[in-house]
């Protein structure tokens, strides 16, 4: 009995930081399960990717890699570029996530951008322990997630008007995230890099053949371009100041998705 | 259906384990209190705005701007989108207004 008394304080104390993800997730989840009905998978694929994968734009284009030939280290090898940026959650998080124990496992599991950025920023309230509050934070974005994507799996046979179109929300959703990185970051030789190698790797290889040679490209170009893009970089004299600049930026950035 | 359901299946575990390999290696490779390469700072600070950049190019890619409506629709969905963000800076009301807008457009302009 105590212990469910303090799960619900914990849960309780942790639900008014992630409404602006709630509302979020229950409309792109409610989204993505519509996406995945009238691609032609029943309900329980929307459920199921939104239960294992939990990374919203994978499971979006997940539902466009079901559709098109069986290609799964293409999906992979995209999977890993699209989320690269966990990499950089997980470093931020090392020292958050320390003495989590057991839990530790489902935090690094759930670890979205936007169970990120509330987890990397807000202090749970006094008297709640901070690893259950960021499990909470974890577990209640999550299902809002689940939610919605499992409402659109089963109720979009039911929606009766024309959804030709709907898939275009990926499309805005990526040139929302691209616009917000860009308004934030200061150095933006990266957008038109990428921008520049997709495409001309579109051109030269097709459209169903560029991805690959994109994601090389631009680590190349990115590779080459590290020192004059470092040093264009205010105040980056050594890696400890570095590494400093490097948490707030992901910390500003994160801000702006909640 | 193009895929069998185990092909399906196989395509669903790639993206979870890509995945969870970009959130579980930090915590592996980096053991608290051991300096990150700064080769991987770096990489992280300007790789997500490329691969957005690539993310949006790749959505896009079926789009044929030699043939009508030339990407018309898929033009002025982005432009709303930008703008609607751009005015009020809320992720959400930008994509749902970016997608009515293209909905609306292949649907009754463009159909």
């Given at each position: 009995?105590k212990?469910d008394?303090?799960?619900?304080?914990?849960?309780?104390a942790?639900?008014p930081?992630?409404i602006p993800?709630?509302?979020?997730f229950?409309?792109l989840g409610?989204?993505?399960?519509?996406?995945?009905?009238?691609?032609?998978?029943?309900?329980?694929y929307a459920t199921?990717m939104?239960?294992?994968?939990?990374?919203?734009s994978?499971?979006f284009?997940?539902?466009?890699?079901?559709?098109?030939?069986?290609?799964?280290l293409?999906v992979?090898?995209l999977t890993l570029?699209?989320?690269?940026?966990?990499?950089f959650?997980?470093?931020?998080?090392?020292d958050?996530?320390k003495?989590?124990?057991?839990?530790?496992l489902?935090?690094?599991?759930?670890?979205?951008?936007?169970t990120?950025?509330i987890?990397y920023?807000?202090?749970p309230p006094?008297?709640?322990?901070?690893?259950?509050?960021m499990t909470?934070?974890?577990?209640l974005?999550?299902s809002y997630?689940?939610?919605?994507?499992?409402?659109?799996?089963l109720f979009?046979?039911?929606?009766t008007?024309?959804?030709?179109?709907?898939?275009f929300?990926?499309?805005?959703?990526?040139?929302?995230i691209?616009?917000?990185?860009?308004?934030k970051?200061k150095?933006?030789a990266?957008?038109?890099v990428g921008?520049?190698?997709?495409?001309?790797?579109?051109?030269?290889?097709g459209?169903?053949q560029?991805?690959?040679p994109?994601?090389?490209g631009?680590?190349g170009?990115?590779?080459?371009?590290?020192?004059?893009?470092?040093d264009?970089?205010?105040?980056?004299p050594?890696?400890?100041?570095?590494s400093?600049?490097a948490?707030s930026?992901?910390?500003v950035k994160e801000?702006?998705?909640? | 259906?193009t895929?069998t359901?185990?092909?399906?299946?196989?395509?669903?575990?790639s993206?979870v384990a890509?995945?969870?390999?970009?959130?579980?290696?930090?915590?592996l490779?980096?053991?608290p209190?051991?300096p990150?390469?700064?080769?991987?700072?770096?990489?992280?600070?300007?790789?997500?705005?490329?691969?957005?950049a690539l993310?949006v190019?790749?959505?896009?890619?079926?789009?044929d701007?030699?043939?009508a409506?030339?990407?018309?629709p898929?033009l002025?969905?982005?432009a709303i989108?930008?703008?609607?963000?751009l005015?009020?800076r809320?992720?959400l009301?930008?994509?749902a207004?970016?997608?009515i807008?293209?909905?609306?457009?292949v649907?009754?302009?463009?159909?």
């Open positions: 009995m212990q008394h303090s799960t619900l304080k914990t849960l309780y942790a639900f930081s992630t993800i709630m509302t979020a229950l409309f409610l989204t993505y399960g519509v996406l995945v009905n009238v691609s032609g998978f029943p309900w329980y199921l939104a239960l294992t994968i939990f990374a919203g994978v499971e284009l997940c539902v466009h890699w079901l559709i098109m030939p069986f290609h799964p293409q992979f090898a570029m699209v989320n690269a940026r966990h990499l959650y997980g470093i931020s998080m090392l958050r996530y003495g989590t124990g057991w839990r530790k489902y935090l690094i599991f759930g670890l979205c951008d936007e990120f950025s987890n920023t807000i202090e006094a008297g709640i322990d901070r690893t259950s509050f909470a934070v974890t577990a974005n999550q997630w689940v939610v919605g994507a499992t409402a659109g799996g979009g046979s039911y929606l008007f024309n959804m030709q179109g709907l898939g929300v990926l499309t805005a959703m990526f040139v929302v691209f616009l917000e990185q860009w308004l970051q150095n933006r990266a957008a038109y921008f520049g190698v997709s495409l001309i790797c579109l051109l030269a290889f459209s169903e560029f991805i690959i994109t994601m090389l631009i680590l170009v990115l590779t080459l371009l590290r020192r004059p893009l470092e264009k970089l205010p105040a980056t050594g890696p400890e100041s570095e400093g600049a948490h930026r992901v910390n801000e702006g998705n909640a | 259906m895929q359901l185990t092909e399906q299946v196989l395509t669903i575990l993206c890509a995945t969870m390999l970009t959130r579980f290696i930090p915590f490779l980096f053991p209190g051991r990150t390469p700064a080769y991987i700072q770096y990489l992280g600070r300007h790789l997500p705005l490329a691969v957005f993310l190019v790749y959505c896009l890619r079926q789009v701007p030699l043939m409506p030339y990407g018309t898929e002025l969905g982005i989108t930008v703008a609607l963000h005015w009020l809320q992720m009301i930008s994509i207004g970016g997608t807008a293209y909905m609306l457009l649907q009754w302009v463009f159909s």
